[in-house]
């Protein structure tokens, strides 16, 4: 089992206990953040930031958590689909991630942090990363993030950030199993002529069989070349509940931890018996 699916199933176990707060709601209009069958939430004016999300040389193409944001949704019935629409007032590049969540999350530190996050983990991190991976392992945890289902970005740009992260152009599936939707597909484009430095641009995903639960995203521009502009973002749940079941998490056998253990002292005895 991967490093991966072992912070899922944890994560999965601890979720259990907290699905059912609500804490207030962020940055939407009326201030709700509950997603019900055929209705959108919206929120005019989320961010601003050019290069929050990536595309900044001066990060490494890392995101910028001190000018992009995190904002959250919940969703109290499983949705056939869900679409997330990230637009642009002005000549902006939006772009965002979606991620699995046990709670209300809006960018805390909750995991425990490496050498390599010790120094800024909310300034500069992976905004595509999964769960423990490198440079986003600071919002893992019981109260942060279980999975990362996808992104997109506005930009024609490519990216590679400093942890290893790809940030390609367009929309992107990049979840680890069936356990919160069946797909993640979405569109880029402009509202505009792409020839005016203030052409209006939009990045959407939409999650078909999105399970019913809390989900965070993260939003900023990625193309240095963006003027800035308030980017608009809007969430819209389908008028029909989804019918899928997914598969259940499964947890670690005990049997390989007892194995994983046995390896662990066999390999330490060895190593004595060579130092012999």
């Given amino acids: 089992m991967s490093i991966n699916k072992l912070f ?8 259990l206990t907290l699905a059912f707060a609500q804490p207030a709601a962020a940055a939407w209009t009326g201030n709700d953040n509950s997603v019900e069958l055929g209705t959108t939430i919206t929120n005019p004016a989320f961010n601003g930031s050019t290069v929050g999300f990536s595309g900044n040389p001066a990060l490494t193409n890392d995101a910028w958590g001190m000018q992009a944001a995190f904002t959250n949704f919940y969703l109290p019935t499983s949705a056939q689909s869900v679409i997330i629409d990230a637009r642009s007032s002005a000549g902006n590049y939006p772009a965002f991630s979606i991620f699995r969540t046990n709670v209300a999350y809006s960018g805390d530190t909750v995991g425990v942090d490496t050498p390599a996050e010790v120094t800024g983990q909310i300034h500069k991190f992976n905004s595509v ?14 109260d942060g993030i279980v999975e990362t289902l996808g992104y997109v970005s506005s930009s024609s740009n490519n990216y590679v950030n400093s942890y290893g992260g790809v940030i390609d152009s367009g929309a992107h599936d990049i979840s680890n199993d069936d356990l919160y939707e069946t ?12 020839a005016f430095a203030t052409t209006k641009r939009y990045a959407t995903l939409t999650l078909t069989d999105l399970q019913a639960g809390w989900y965070a995203i993260f939003v900023g521009g990625a193309d240095i070349a963006g003027t800035g ?12 509940a989804s019918t899928y079941t997914p598969p259940a ?3 670690v056998p005990a049997a390989v931890w007892l194995f994983g253990s046995a ?13 012999v």
């Fill in 129 to 142: 990363g999964q769960a423990g991976d490198p440079g986003i392992i600071w919002a893992t945890g019981p």
């Fill in 229 to 240: 502009g308030d980017i608009t973002v809007k969430v819209t749940a389908s008028a029909a």
């Fill in 249 to 251: 998490a499964v947890p």
């Fill in 183 to 194: 797909g993640v597909t979405g569109a880029i484009g402009v509202t505009g002529n792409p």
């Fill in 263 to 275: 390896l662990v002292g066999f390999l330490g005895l060895n190593r004595k018996s060579v130092r």
């Fill in 8 to 15: 899922e199933t944890t994560l999965l176990a601890s979720a």
